[in-house]
């Protein structure tokens, strides 16, 4: 079995600021680690392979230094590693940076599985998976939280608001994983001197044959007028102070007060 | 094809075995509001799919439709991915909509990146608003990182500018009973997608109620730092009445099931009173909570923005003070108080 | 930083940070309360820290002594105790590796990466600083094998581990050279684990006591030549003595970490306490020792690593962390004031910890004599 899973490095926290001089993101001080949901990616990839056998290549798109999160998977048992890495990509919208990963996914070809994380936990936007799909022309099974493999089959599990759906797609397929799926792995001490010497491949737009009107900003429908912190909201708190006893006899005032005890 | 062929706002009137999703009114609420701002030449359209489903035109029109397409086909009947992406895509290429907007709904999130890809346009997701500026052009709002930033996104050229939307962002008009308006019947030519088969359904047990409906609520966040704090809060909120919940690091990361997050991509809840535990209070979060009647929170860090949202505080550890506050509410329970 | 950490060595550091963060840190209380945790044992096993040191042909990561420095490092920020029992068991673990026969190795060294725990046993209840003053005999037997007799105190992993490495005398008449080592499965006949020890501190390792009854080992129970025990154990000290180092860097950042937290958010007289200089002034002095204790360790590791002898950088490194940790934790626990004594807030186990580096693994006065003996020998 031939799976892709595809990995995003996103900031470390929601604390991210804008500086108030020029209105850009402070990305210093906040370090950059694996979108969780990808890490349940690459650890549903890594359970398939032990349990069917086959290959799980690790693919992220960013600058060099998303090179860390595919290390990371690599660290976690994936095989090898694809970093597509090139100044035309920046700046791309969720149409612009699908595209690329397709192309990326059609170059390695071949492939089983395509794993994405449910979403990012930067942008949320949900959207790189179905899009990676549709370019390849591949049936997408989304909110998934466990899969096997039946023949030609995946049979995914869905979680739905109100429901579980059981849906049997035939691969070829991507597929986005949710947080309940699994806990991923850490990766072994030995994992991760291994884990350099695999093999890593960094292409650029060209290596991966994208056409230049559908990458970067060029290539981005959508565009991001400005940013800005949102109007902070007012309240008068009225605050509980005091050692620990006084603060709770406090708060049961409160309470009583309001009819909760 | 230029931009200036494009015209109308739609709206994806998802449904499932026959009733529409309420979100589909608000939306219908808010394209009207658009079409105004944009000068008043769009028509507002409502798009449904499905086998049988033209007897859902009579409600999409007293929430505001002006026109609703109707397309059928028994492949149609239950929602799957390609079939339904490839009939949208093939009728916003046919009736070249501006706007289309879809419910953030798992259907809607799903299907709206396909047809998205397929028309090469733009797609916002999770939209917090919808704006036309100075200029007459249609903007979203959407947020980023946790909420703490927020974007003001447009989709210059490529038409239709797609946006999906979160439940209860915004509300729906009052319903005219007996409006009326063209239906559009579209005979479509669909294969059912033999690729995809959904072979069992099974109904999910929660526990406790609906985040949304509990008159009380005590929520957990990031700064939760053990796992097995959840039980202490849980048991802080049936001594209140109430039930647990939780801002979305906890969900994500798996201790509490999606269905108990609140905030922007998760519930939005308006309950009587409600105690934030270790939770920074990101836009994302207040924007899920923020008309809760009572708003208590406990947090370690005098900066936080909960408290630009609660009415009452606590600058504590939240390890100490909630064992403690469990105790002294046991005590005065216990009448000795 | 002295020493360059290559990308695979800063990972490790990541993923050890990362983990002592997450399972091991929440459970050093616990530990604290109820002893050695074979839940989180579990883990560090699953994790595949235990055969960091051993080589990649019996299934070990090959690591080298800069690697293991990290790790124990990185585990002693969340737990002293944690730290401790997987230096320990390393250590036995590195007597195989150094003086095993093939057939040793491959019997038992897969074991050690595979999570069997290994504990290293020298010192008896009246022989500590005094090798030779060991009483425990082995007796070659007629079958060629070997009769063992005595006991150990002190050991750590005793009571958990599945395999001792212990140090009897075959030879009184050589003292220091008549000792040798044996490998002594947990399930000897004759051998018997006393009760847990009540330690003051690092409480979430198990010490017990051993007794020896007439032991019957196999002559492939010997681990390397007869009378070499003694050669043997000092030098798996010199690598112990890193870690411990490296050991009580970790928890003096613990301590420093959470005196800080509570400096920074304590208000007294109208502002946080970090505001005076005669607090803040300590948390300069806690934060350059450390530093120093870090690179201390670090830079012995790197010369074992190269091969050169390090048992005078390894007691120096020891020494100076063994005497400025306990006192950092102490000032940690003065920070906290009132709060500070409290069990719930952490640093008062971290003293009690810190207590026992300045005995374990070579007590202060031994290294002592270690480095000035070579001082003073210098031309």
């Not at chain 3, 500590?128 to 750590?156: E, F, Q």
């Not at chain 3, 940690?332 to 500070?340: D, F, H, S």
Request: some cysteine; aromatic content about 6%; charged content about 25%.
């Amino acid at each position: 079995m031939k799976i892709l899973v595809f990995v995003k490095q996103v900031p470390d926290t929601d604390d991210v600021k804008l500086d108030p001089r020029t209105g850009n993101l402070m990305r210093d001080g906040v370090e950059s680690v694996i979108n969780p949901l990808d890490a349940n990616g690459v650890e549903a990839a890594l359970e398939l392979k032990e349990k069917y056998g086959g290959t799980v290549t690790a693919i992220s798109m960013g600058p060099p230094q998303a090179d860390d999160v595919l290390k990371k998977a690599l660290a976690m048992g994936c095989d090898e590693s694809v970093l597509l890495s090139d100044r035309a990509l920046g700046g791309a919208d969720t149409l612009a940076t699908g595209y690329p990963l397709a192309k990326a996914a059609e170059k390695i070809g071949g492939y089983d599985l395509l794993i994405c994380g449910r979403h990012a936990v930067d942008a949320e936007t949900a959207q790189t998976g179905p899009i990676i799909a549709a370019f390849l022309g591949i049936p997408q099974v989304t909110l998934v939280d466990s899969v096997s493999i039946d023949g030609e089959y995946a049979v995914c599990r869905r979680v739905l608001p109100d429901r579980f759906e059981t849906v049997r797609v035939k691969m070829p397929a991507l597929i986005t994983v949710c947080s309940e799926m699994n806990t991923p792995r850490y990766p072994t001490p030995i994992n991760i001197m291994k884990a350099l010497k695999k093999p890593r491949y960094v292409w650029n737009s060209r290596d991966i044959n994208c056409d230049p009107e559908m990458i970067g900003a060029a290539g981005s429908p959508s565009s991001n007028k400005e940013i800005f912190e949102p109007p902070k909201r007012n309240t008068d708190t009225r605050y509980f102070t005091g050692e620990i006893e006084e603060m709770a006899s406090a708060i049961a005032d409160t309470l009583e007060a309001e009819k909760l005890i | 094809m230029s931009k200036e062929d494009y015209t109308g706002i739609w709206v994806y009137a998802e449904q499932e075995k026959g009733v529409l999703s309420k979100t589909v009114f608000e939306l219908l609420a808010k394209s009207a509001d658009l079409k105004k701002k944009l000068g008043g030449r769009d028509e507002i359209t409502a798009v449904v799919l499905g086998k049988s489903v033209s007897g859902l035109c009579g409600e999409l029109f007293s929430y505001g439709a002006e026109k609703v397409i109707v397309a059928e086909n028994d492949n149609l009947a239950e929602y799957s991915p390609r079939p339904y992406a490839k009939v949208l895509t093939a009728l916003a290429e046919k009736y070249k909509p501006s706007i289309f907007l879809l419910p953030a709904s798992a259907q809607g999130r799903d299907v709206a990146p396909r047809v998205m890809c397929n028309l090469r346009t733009g797609l916002t997701a999770d939209a917090i608003d919808l704006d036309v500026d100075g200029e007459g052009v249609f903007v979203q709002t959407t947020p980023n990182f946790g909420g703490n930033i927020l974007s003001h996104i447009c989709i210059k050229e490529r038409r239709p500018q797609m946006v999906t939307v979160h439940p209860k962002v915004f509300s729906p008009n009052e319903p005219v009973p007996g409006a009326a308006g063209k239906v559009i019947t579209e005979k479509v030519e669909v294969e059912a997608d033999d690729c995809y088969t959904v072979t069992d359904v099974t109904p999910r047990v929660f526990e406790g109620k609906p985040i949304s409906d509990c008159d009380v609520l005590v929520a957990g966040g990031r700064g939760i730092k053990d796992e097995g704090d959840l039980r202490m809060l849980s048991e802080l909120a049936q001594l209140l009445g109430g039930e647990l919940a939780c801002a979305r690091p906890l969900a994500d990361c798996g201790w509490l099931p999606h269905e108990k997050q609140i905030g922007q991509s998760g519930t939005t809840v308006k309950p009587r009173f409600i105690l934030n535990t270790a939770i920074s209070g990101s836009v994302q979060y207040q924007a899920g909570m923020h008309d809760a009647n009572c708003i208590m929170s406990i947090n370690h860090t005098a900066g936080a923005p909960i408290w630009d949202v609660s009415h009452y505080g606590a600058v504590a550890d939240y390890t100490k003070l909630v064992p403690a506050l469990i105790a002294e509410i046991k005590r005065r329970k216990s009448g000795n108080g | 930083m002295l020493i360059n950490l290559t990308e695979e060595q800063k990972m490790i550091r990541d993923m050890a940070r990362e983990f002592t963060k997450n399972e091991i840190e929440p459970r050093d209380k616990w530990m604290d309360e109820n002893g050695f945790d074979f839940d989180l044992y579990k883990k560090v096993v699953d994790a595949g820290f235990m055969g960091i040191n051993i080589p990649e042909e019996y299934g070990g990561g090959g690591g080298s002594a800069i690697d293991t420095t990290i790790i124990v490092h990185e585990f002693a920020k969340g737990s002293a105790s944690e730290a401790t029992f997987l230096d320990a068991h390393w250590m036995a673990a590195d007597l195989v590796l150094f003086h095993g026969t093939d057939d040793q190795k491959k019997k038992y060294l897969p074991q050690a990466c595979a999570g069997k725990i290994f504990a290293f046993g020298l010192t008896e209840a009246s022989a500590g600083s005094d090798a030779a003053g060991i009483k425990s005999t082995a007796v070659r037997s007629a079958d060629g094998g070997w009769v063992l007799n005595g006991g150990k105190a002190w050991i750590t992993n005793s009571g958990v581990a599945d395999y001792y490495i212990i140090l009897a005398m075959t030879d009184a008449s050589k003292g220091n050279h008549g000792i040798s080592a044996f490998i002594v499965p947990k399930d000897a006949e004759g051998l018997t684990v006393g009760k847990f020890e009540q330690k003051m501190g690092i409480r979430g390792t198990a010490t017990c006591e051993l007794a020896f009854d007439n032991i019957r080992l196999p002559a492939d129970a010997l681990l390397g030549k007869e009378g070499d025990g003694f050669m043997m154990a000092m030098a798996a000290l010199d690598g112990g003595r890193i870690s411990v180092a490296a050991i009580c860097a970790g928890v003096s950042e613990h301590a420093m970490t959470v005196a800080k937290d509570y400096a920074n958010s304590r208000i007294a007289f109208g502002k946080p306490i970090a505001a005076f200089q005669g607090l803040s002034f300590r948390f300069a002095e806690m934060a350059t020792d450390i530093k120093v204790m870090e690179m201390l360790a670090f830079d012995a590791a790197a010369m074992k690593d190269s091969g050169k002898r390090c048992t005078v950088d390894a007691a120096e490194a020891k020494l100076f962390a063994a005497n400025h940790s306990l006192q950092i934790c102490i000032d940690a626990q003065q920070v906290l004031g009132g709060n500070g004594y409290s069990k719930e807030y952490h640093v008062e186990r971290f003293v009690r910890d810190a207590r026992i580096f300045s005995v374990a693994e070579g007590t202060n006065e031994i290294l002592r004599m270690i480095i000035s003996g070579s001082v003073l020998a210098k031309k």
